[in-house]
């Protein structure tokens, strides 16, 4: 099946950047019974992105990490990553002169939010019919981890 999108990032009147999800990838998971106290309501959670580039193949993968935590040890760690690939016209138009990939903030956050939504999923299928299952990550404003252009190299 090849599902294609874009977006256009409003912010910099930039033209379309057409992309394609190609594929998901679990980079981590692990549930830690020992760092777990099921009599406790207090948890925490981090939440961490990353990006990465394969210029050969014009892709751009997008990395979501979640750490569920109580008494600063993590008890249920998730890290998914959506790999895009970028269309030909968008790639030369994301390819800055200084060699770098620079991506618009608003289209790094779209990519983002795809990842979390699948990161949810991942979430809820490997946890299903486990105490672990009731672990939810919330709404997240990804405007607000992404501050910036977003340079890859």
């Not at 980079?27 to 948890?43: H, L, P, R």
């Not at 795809?114 to 939810?136: A, M, P, Q, S, W």
Request: charged share 25%; proline share 2%.
């Amino acid at each position: 099946m090849n599902l294609a999108s874009s977006m256009a990032d409003k912010t910099k009147n930039t033209d379309k950047i057409g992309f394609q999800l190609n594929k998901i990838t679990t980079e981590q998971f692990a549930i830690i019974q020992d760092a777990y106290d099921n009599t406790s309501e207090e948890v925490n959670m981090t939440i961490s992105l990353n990006f990465g580039i394969n210029k050969d193949d014009k892709f751009i993968a997008s990395f979501v990490k979640v750490q569920f935590e109580q008494k600063e040890k993590a008890f249920l760690i998730v890290e998914v990553g959506n790999h895009f690939k970028i269309n030909e016209a968008s790639w030369i138009e994301l390819n800055k002169p200084t060699d770098k990939i620079v991506l618009p903030r608003g289209f790094a956050a779209h990519l983002v939010m795809l990842t979390i939504g699948t990161l949810r999923g991942v979430i809820h299928c490997k946890t299903d019919n486990t105490e672990f299952n009731k672990y939810i990550l919330p709404t997240i404003n990804v405007m607000d981890l992404i501050k910036d252009d977003v340079e890859l190299k």
